[in-house]
């Protein structure tokens, strides 16, 4: 398995909570159908519909709500590359379709649900290309009004972030970290100096580190920048230190070494000698003890042992369960 691209982990970690997906969604589709939607009735739905060559340029968290007495897929596509692809409106289309058939297979009903579909862009430059199908499709300018009825459209809505201000994304009607994940994946690419630019989100960077799954928040956030932007790890610490909570640093560079060491894991090949995978295991053991001990110092006593005969799988899941745990039942014994 590859590992989850930096984009797609941190489009995932703020866009997976409801509350901010709708709020997402309401800023970009129309009023009239926005007032529509119970947006309480909004829930994330499994899959992803993307080209495995092509996941390291999207995510595309699905959701469905109620719309009337009907059910409605709210589909958004993250479109992480520095040029416009002009084949958007047919990657939507397939994707789409995608979408349907699972449908399809699993509903006995005759009907397709309504997919709206809501692309977030970030290229350097506002968004110039086609937001429809029909505007690939070779048609003469003579013939037009006669062959458009009869070809696909699929218009899709866009989040177009180079057409946006850090001052406009400050004023959004969304979370603080929505906020500050939408102004990253503006300025990340273009930024001489993108720490600099985030320091002056210091208040909403201290924010989010007191919020329940700050961890989890800010491993996201800074895995991506030195990621995309090749940041020294020591300056990544010194930011954390300064801008916005020196109780940070440990849990989130502990969660960052056990991310990469269990995504290193899982790309493996099967035939390793069985000493390795097991030093292996004793590593990510040993990482998870250290990011458990960070958030509940009197944990050891009690799991130390358990952790240290757990396999992958079960310290994986236990990992994903301490970003946002509140007591240590809710990692073990969720």
């Not at 649900?113 to 809501?118: G, H, I, L, M």
């Not at 930011?239 to 056990?258: A, G, H, K, N, Q």
Request: aromatic residues 8%.
């Amino acid at each position: 398995m590859a590992m989850q691209s930096p984009h797609d982990a941190l489009f995932k970690q703020v866009f997976s909570v409801p509350s901010e997906a709708a709020a997402e969604f309401c800023h970009v589709l129309p009023e009239a159908v926005s007032r529509e939607i119970d947006w309480r009735s909004l829930r994330s739905e499994p899959g992803s519909f993307v080209d495995e060559e092509l996941r390291d340029r999207h995510a595309d968290p699905l959701f469905s709500a109620t719309y009337g007495s009907k059910r409605v897929l709210l589909y958004c596509l993250l479109e992480h590359k520095s040029t416009l692809d002009l084949w958007t409106p047919l990657q939507v289309l397939i994707y789409t379709m995608r979408i349907w058939e699972r449908h399809r297979r699993e509903s006995p009903n005759l009907e397709l649900p309504a997919v709206f579909t809501v692309v977030v862009y970030h290229g350097p430059r506002p968004w110039s290309g086609p937001r429809e199908l029909v505007d690939l499709i070779a048609v003469p300018p003579s013939e037009r009004e006669r062959f458009e009825p009869y070809q696909p459209r699929c218009p899709f809505l866009i989040d177009d972030l180079a057409a946006e201000t850090p001052e406009s994304l400050r004023r959004r009607r969304a979370g603080v970290f929505a906020r500050v994940v939408l102004f990253c994946l503006k300025r990340v690419r273009e930024s001489p100096d993108i720490l600099a630019e985030l320091a002056l989100w210091g208040d909403a960077l201290r924010s989010i580190a007191q919020a329940p799954g700050g961890v989890a928040a800010l491993t996201a956030l800074l895995s991506y920048i030195m990621e995309v932007r090749d940041v020294p790890v020591g300056r990544v610490r010194q930011f954390l230190r300064i801008e916005v909570d020196p109780t940070m640093e440990s849990p989130v560079f502990t969660m960052i070494d056990f991310l990469k060491e269990k995504f290193r894991d899982e790309g493996r090949q099967e035939g390793l000698e069985q000493g390795r995978q097991e030093g292996r295991n004793e590593g990510q053991a040993e990482l998870f003890l250290r990011l458990l001990r960070a958030r509940f110092p009197d944990a050891l006593d009690r799991f130390a042992s358990r952790v240290e005969q757990a396999g992958d799988a079960e310290l994986a899941t236990w990992a994903e369960r301490l970003l946002k745990a509140r007591s240590l039942e809710d990692v073990f014994d969720a």
